[in-house]
């Protein structure tokens, strides 16, 4: 039984993140140039995204990771605990969130208000993957890799119950598995 059993389809292959990644690189590049943006990676669904796009960032980036959930039983709230804050200050830098995926909108959210209010130069964000169907909340996503269609997705850093992280691109978790 290999992990492939449990994935329907795949949705984007270990090739087009890498190229979604360059590209998204690039553009990064351009509009950062000598701004020394800090990365801000939301753990744990952004590591692989995170260890690619830089290498396709040319010009000085410094990266540095949260760890948030959502308040249990006030989910609709947005409401976001920190569990790992940032080891430095955010006041007149220039904050990038790299997302694995933005579905509802409500974490960004909530702590795009937070980095905001702790004075942060400018605040933006890069997401690979965006489920645009599901939001509901208003987030301005500057990067987007691609859109894909509602569905639970693993892989490349997203899990299923902290599992199928490891996959190495991005998959339809067969219902069966979640259901
Ligand atoms: P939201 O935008 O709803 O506040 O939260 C986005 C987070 O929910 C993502 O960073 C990810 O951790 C999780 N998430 C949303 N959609 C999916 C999905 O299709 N698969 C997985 N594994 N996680 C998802
Ligand atoms: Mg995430
Ligand atoms: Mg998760």
């Known amino acids: 039984m290999t992990l ?3 994935i329907s389809d795949i949705v984007l292959s270990e090739e087009k993140i890498i190229s979604l990644a360059k590209s998204l690189g690039e ?15 939301l753990l744990k669904g952004s590591i692989m995204f995170m260890g690619d796009l830089i290498k396709y960032i040319d010009t000085h980036v410094e990266i540095d990771f949260m760890d948030v959930s959502s308040y249990s039983g006030t989910k609709s709230s947005g409401d976001v605990k920190i569990i790992k804050d940032l080891n430095q200050s955010v006041e ?15 974490t960004l959210n909530a702590i795009i208000d937070l ?14 993957l965006d489920k645009p169907a599901n939001r509901k909340v208003d987030v301005d996503v500057k990067y987007v890799g691609t859109e894909i269609p509602d569905g639970f997705v693993v892989g490349y850093g997203l899990d ?8 190495p691109y991005i998959g339809l978790l067969k219902p069966e598995i979640y259901q």
């Open 4 to 6: 492939r059993n449990d």
């Open 27 to 41: 553009k990064i590049t351009e509009d950062y140039k000598d701004k020394n943006p800090l990365l801000v990676g």
């Open 92 to 106: 007149d830098r220039h904050i990038l969130f790299v997302e694995d995926i933005i579905d509802t909108g409500q």
């Open 115 to 128: 980095i905001e209010y702790r004075k942060a130069a400018s605040v933006e964000i890069v997401t690979l």
């Open 160 to 167: 299923f119950d902290e599992k199928y992280r490891n996959l």
